[in-house]
């Protein structure tokens, strides 16, 4: 586990933070006064060059490391900048905008299962009416087979008849 460098807990998904992409030291969200919003946004934005206090002004990036909470574990704590972070490009994402996109996506994502559910429903459809007709083909040379080997055995019964006889 990986402790905070201003304070003794440790970072975990209950107490969520980042790590400095100058010194690689790590800091909690809220001892680095960032949103658990905030946070979330960072983690899913690609090129963020966050550093620390201690390291502001250094100029070599490095990758990030994030531990952040689940989505289902929110604390309710925000901070007074909630709903929009900086990034490094400049750009501002605001929380509106971020859910927004993940509207998009979920309703995106429910579209491709929705067809892909539909392709295959309709597949299995297909094979069941194929299948259907092979068993209702099959049926009926069954009954022409049982009516051949009834003639069969009746002609067999003539033939002993006429040979007794």
């Given at each position: 586990?990986?402790?905070?460098?201003?304070?003794?807990?440790?970072?975990?998904?209950?107490?969520?933070?980042?790590?400095?992409?100058?010194?690689?030291?790590?800091?909690?969200?809220?001892?680095?006064?960032?949103?658990?919003?905030?946070?979330?946004?960072?983690?899913?934005?690609?090129?963020?060059?966050?550093?620390?206090?201690?390291?502001?002004?250094?100029?070599?990036?490095?990758?990030?490391?994030?531990?952040?909470?689940?989505?289902?574990?929110?604390?309710?704590?925000?901070?007074?900048?909630?709903?929009?972070?900086?990034?490094?490009?400049?750009?501002?994402?605001?929380?509106?905008?971020?859910?927004?996109?993940?509207?998009?996506?979920?309703?995106?994502?429910?579209?491709?299962?929705?067809?892909?559910?539909?392709?295959?429903?309709?597949?299995?459809?297909?094979?069941?009416?194929e299948y259907s007709v092979k068993i209702n083909n099959y049926e009926t040379n069954v009954?022409?087979?049982?009516?051949?080997?009834?003639?069969?055995?009746?002609?067999?019964?003539?033939?002993?008849?006429?040979?007794?006889?």
């Amino acid at each position: 586990m990986v402790k905070c460098i201003n304070c003794p807990k440790h970072i975990n998904k209950k107490n969520p933070g980042l790590q400095c992409s100058k010194c690689g030291k790590w800091l909690h969200a809220s001892c680095a006064s960032i949103s658990i919003d905030q946070l979330t946004a960072l983690s899913a934005t690609e090129a963020v060059d966050w550093k620390c206090k201690a390291c502001v002004g250094s100029q070599k990036p490095k990758r990030l490391s994030y531990i952040i909470p689940d989505p289902d574990e929110d604390d309710g704590k925000t901070s007074e900048a909630e709903g929009s972070i900086t990034a490094a490009s400049g750009r501002t994402m605001d929380n509106k905008m971020l859910q927004l996109v993940l509207q998009q996506l979920r309703t995106e994502i429910r579209n491709i299962i929705r067809e892909e559910l539909q392709q295959a429903l309709k597949f299995y459809s297909d094979k069941i009416d194929e299948y259907s007709v092979k068993i209702n083909n099959y049926e009926t040379n069954v009954k022409t087979l049982e009516k051949q080997c009834i003639d069969l055995k009746n002609n067999l019964k003539i033939l002993i008849l006429n040979v007794v006889y």
